[in-house]
T-cell receptor
Framework: DTAVSQTPKYLVTQMGNDKSIKCEQN?????MYWYKQDSKKFLKIMFS???????INETVPNRFSPKSPDKAHLNLHINSLELGDSAVYFC???????????????FGEGSRLTVL | QKEVEQDPGPLSVPEGAIVSLNCTYS??????FMWYRQYSRKGPELLMY????GNKEDGRFTAQVDKSSKYISLFIRDSQPSDSATYLC???????????????FGQGTILTVHP
């Protein structure tokens, strides 16, 4: 039973289109994240939600809109896709201990987005 | 200068070798130090986790943190072909516990262990 699952695993789309990626975790964690991994394997945080509240919003274009309907789900919608959006997007989750997230994250398998 | 620097390699070693992977960092606020392993076309998985300076051992893996030098290492003893993967160092921390799990990653080192 997959702990952090993302759909779809692969997306190929044209510039200007809108697409969504969905994520679900069954670990009972209270914090969920979106990370982006570029072609050089560099992983960078985009967003973090704690108990459905947006906590971290890095300098990401506002074409990217996350949404957390509940603690177990975090979606990412991308408008007006650009070539530079091509990357692997990872969802992750963690559980705060003593009010702090230490960085022990559980990652999904990634959603590979290719913009043509 | 990046906050976290990691030699991307690639690193190729024979089976049974001792592997040393390293990262340096510039942000003295980092308190939690991690090593993630990422197999091809998979998500990163947590391998080792250390708080502040010191050593931690888990089977064939040893993580070392030297906060005074802003330097962390991962040693793999008796390396196996199944250890072939990308190894990512990661760090987090901040005043007042407000980091909320934000990790800053190194670029990753590609390791191949050949039989």
């Amino acid at each position: 039973d997959t702990a952090v699952s993302q759909t779809p695993k692969y997306l190929v789309t044209q510039m200007g289109n809108d697409k969504s990626i969905k994520c679900e975790q069954n670990l009972g964690h209270d914090t969920m994240y979106w990370y982006k991994q570029d072609s050089k394997k560099f992983l960078k945080i985009m967003f973090s939600y704690n108990n459905k509240e947006l906590i971290i919003n890095e300098t990401v274009p506002n074409r990217f809109s996350p949404k957390s309907p509940d603690k177990a789900h975090l979606n990412l919608h991308i408008n007006s896709l650009e070539l530079g959006d091509s990357a692997v997007y990872f969802c992750a989750s963690s559980q705060a201990r003593g009010g702090q997230n230490t960085g022990e994250l559980f990652f999904g398998e990634g959603s590979r987005l290719t913009v043509l | 200068q990046k906050e976290v620097e990691q030699d991307p390699g690639p690193l190729s070693v024979p089976e049974g070798a001792i592997v040393s992977l390293n990262c340096t960092y510039s942000n003295s606020a980092f308190q939690y130090f991690m090593w993630y392993r990422q197999y091809s076309r998979k998500g990163p998985e947590l391998l080792m986790y250390t708080y502040s300076s010191g050593n931690k051992e888990d089977g064939r893996f040893t993580a070392q943190v030297d906060k005074s030098s802003k330097y962390i290492s991962l040693f793999i003893r008796d390396s196996q072909p199944s250890d072939s993967a990308t190894y990512l160092c990661a760090m987090s921390g901040g005043a007042g516990g407000t980091s909320y799990g934000k990790l800053t990653f190194g670029q990753g080192t590609i390791l191949t262990v050949h039989p």
